[in-house]
């Protein structure tokens, strides 16, 4: 599969798809024309080339309704509670996710990393193995990867990691790795480049969530080497 800054979707599992398309109605707080949309393609219309869009899909349209008179910041900050309770012990995670891992031989080593629909384990994108490079470049790609993919999708659902490295660099948009940029890492770090640049000029909304493998166990995308 190509990586994410040039996928195609088409070689996305109908699984995946039937995941993302129960959210249908979009609202826009921010674009060229505000409001609800029922089509992800007029939703895209009002987003694409607009500078700052915010927007998010909903399952149905009462709770879109709800959401857009709220405004983003009112919506987003009476959902932070609920995010922070789902990683609890008691809730568990949500289901309705991502989740993303890599997996190293050494580190530095062969790396590879892949994302899966959390509820069913299934495989929505694997990219690598690459000859040289470390299990945080893995993880912070595969977020990046997710994030990308999902934001095609039109879909806001949430995406676990269970590494606390990967979540800060993207949130700094910035892998803050020590590996040596070299002949055998040049077409890693090209996509580490890209990545970073695709952080830089996008926007998203999905919930970054650190998974808690002391309490539910292994993420549902790890690789199965330990």
């Known amino acids: 599969m190509e990586p994410f800054f040039v996928l195609n979707l088409e ?15 979009y609202v826009v707080w921010k674009g060229h024309h505000p ?49 922070a309770k789902s990683t609890s ?19 530095p080593g062969p790396m590879e990393y892949r ?23 893995g993880e912070f790609l595969a977020l990046v990867h997710g994030i990308a993919l999902l934001k095609k999708q039109g879909s806001n659902i949430p995406i676990y990691s269970d590494s606390v490295n990967a979540l800060g660099w993207v949130k700094k948009k910035a892998a803050k790795t020590k590996l040596p940029r ?7 770090f090209q996509l ?4 970073e640049e695709w952080l830089r000029n996008n926007t998203y909304t999905n919930p970054l969530l650190k998974w808690e493998t002391e309490v539910w166990g292994e993420i549902p995308a790890d690789f199965g080497r330990k």
């Open 192 to 195: 580490l480049d890209r990545a």
């Open 115 to 137: 994302g899966v629909i959390t509820a069913t384990k299934q495989e929505i994108f694997r990219i690598g193995p690459f000859p040289m490079g470390t299990n945080n470049i």
């Open 11 to 25: 070689t996305i599992k109908f699984s995946f798809y039937t995941l993302v398309r129960q959210q249908k109605f």
């Open 182 to 188: 070299s002949e055998k890492t040049e077409q890693l």
């Open 89 to 107: 012990v008691k809730d568990g995670p949500f289901m309705n996710s991502i989740s993303v891992d890599a997996a190293c031989s050494g580190n």
């Open 35 to 83: 409001g609800i949309y029922s089509d992800w393609k007029e939703c895209e219309i009002q987003i694409l080339g607009f500078e700052g869009a915010q927007y998010k899909a909903f399952p149905d349209r009462e709770s879109a309704i709800s959401a857009y008179r709220l405004g983003a910041a009112g919506f987003y900050k009476s959902t932070a509670k609920v995010h």
